[in-house]
């Protein structure tokens, strides 16, 4: 018994937010319909790297969920989407605004057949407001919030980040949403709409940016790999060419490096008692632990400060994530036998639950994979679908 196999969803999005919130919910064994357009297919089968023509995001992307295609903006297919809601729990979708009420299938038409369904509305900028209407996409997000602005080195431009990073922590904030959203069912009888602007969650992680420039006035500068909030922070090259990251958040932390690469005497300057004023003093502190770090292999620094009790880890590539120990002591990466490729490898469910532990049964199934077992469950018989197929309806 899985915590939500009693949840049906439909996960009518595209790309990575929305269905990516999908995809948490299915790894705790929700029954997530992925329907995709029946001509064009969701673009992330198309995205990224591919093996044998086979799209490698979708893989992980869809994984644990039935798919079918139907084109909800066809008369035929709306009447698909009604049954498909009328008993399902949960609808995620990322059209622009405006374009589920076109397609008379408004929150309060679904909600007239199924009065308890919860509607996760995820786009770039939200339902309401200037620029609610306009394509948005993760990227936009990166730019919008201050990621951007304050990622890079000093001299530098603003950076993006190489991954779908907003589309990330937004997914992880629409399964929260979702979650809250069946709780407060629970209390009212009724389902919602949760509306989610990928510009917002990401904004909420990138920290007290917003309260310091109301209260001080302060605005976030580019500080490369440093911390504006405590030093050493940075990474540093050893002898052997290895690339270490350094974190020194806790004051004990600090003073066990600094009593390490042989500079006790910094912990009696008065700047080095809290995070904010020994990262003024960035410099001083990078030239010692650098230095001594420099001198040394990655192997006997990282046995140094393990022996030291402070934090330190070295720079992985996906290479040393599949080789890793730590990595495998958790069974972070799983091997999932699939019907195209043979294996799959994928991150595992991203945490662990002691009780009902999540699962990853199935990759990314084919293009109407579960057509006739999804279609045939709404009362459709198979000249029915074989009617909308010929249609174009359905695939």
Known sequence: MKPLGNIRVVDAATLFAGPMAATYLGDFGADVVKVEHPRRGDPARGHGQAKDGIGLWWKMLARNKRVTAVDFSAPEGQEVALRMLADADVLIENFRPGTLERWNLSPERLWEANPRLVIARVTGFGQEGPMSGRPGFGTLAEAMSGFAAMTGEPDGPPTLPPLALADGIAALAVAYAVMVALQAR??????Q???????????????????????????PQRTGNRSSSNAPRNIYRTRDGRWLAISTSAQSVAERVVRLVGRPDLV??????????????????DAAVGGWIAERDAEEVIDAFEQAQAAIAPIYDVRDISTDPQYAALGSIVHIPDEELGTVAMQNVPFRLSETPGEIRWAGPPMGAHSEEVLGGLGYTPGDIARLRAAGVVA
């Open 193 to 219: 709409v949760v509306d989610l602007a990928i510009i917002e969650p990401i904004l909420t992680v990138l920290g007290p940016q917003i309260t310091a420039f109301h209260a001080l006035g302060t605005v």
């Open 186 to 191: 629970e209390q009212t009888g009724r389902g």
């Open 268 to 285: 009696d300057e008065p700047w080095f008692a809290s995070g904010r004023s020994r990262a003024e003093h960035a410099d001083e502190l």
